[in-house]
């Protein structure tokens, strides 16, 4: 069982960046596949980022590649998403999720547990 906490959400203006957090519990966070999703309103979640547990290898959407990073700290049981150059389009909420499964996937239905979500707003 694995429980996802997100944080570091709010209000930014368009050209500005915010880091989300995300913390895990449980002791096997290193073995799961880890992911970031948004569901902005009236729209179906959509993938963002993602990153293997056995490679460390990173997969973005084409709409937030080269502006957002994701990334991991195992000891801390942590995984981030540094978002810049943030437009309008980037509101949402963003959810973190885990996969048991290596392999990476941009499939919100593989993932095995959610966070809550955290509220992303980008003004114009």
């Known amino acids: 069982q694995v429980q996802l906490v997100e944080s570091g959400g709010g209000l930014v203006q368009a050209g500005g960046s915010l880091r989300l957090s995300c913390a895990a519990s449980?002791?096997?966070?290193?073995?799961?596949?880890m992911g970031w999703f948004r569901q902005a309103p009236g729209k179906e979640r959509e993938f963002v980022a993602a990153?293997?547990?056995?490679?460390?290898?990173?997969y973005y959407a084409d709409s937030v590649k080269g502006r957002f990073t994701i990334s991991r700290d195992n000891a801390k049981n942590t995984v981030y998403l540094q978002m810049n150059r943030l437009t309008p389009e980037d509101t949402a909420v963003y959810y973190c999720?885990?996969?048991?499964?290596?392999?990476?996937?941009?499939?919100?239905?593989?993932?095995?547990?959610w966070g809550q979500g955290t509220q992303v707003t980008v003004s114009s």
């Open positions: 449980g002791r096997t966070f290193s073995r799961y596949t």
């Open positions: 999720a885990a996969d048991s499964l290596s392999a990476v996937s941009t499939t919100a239905s593989q993932y095995d547990y």
């Open positions: 990153i293997s547990w056995s490679t460390g290898s990173t």
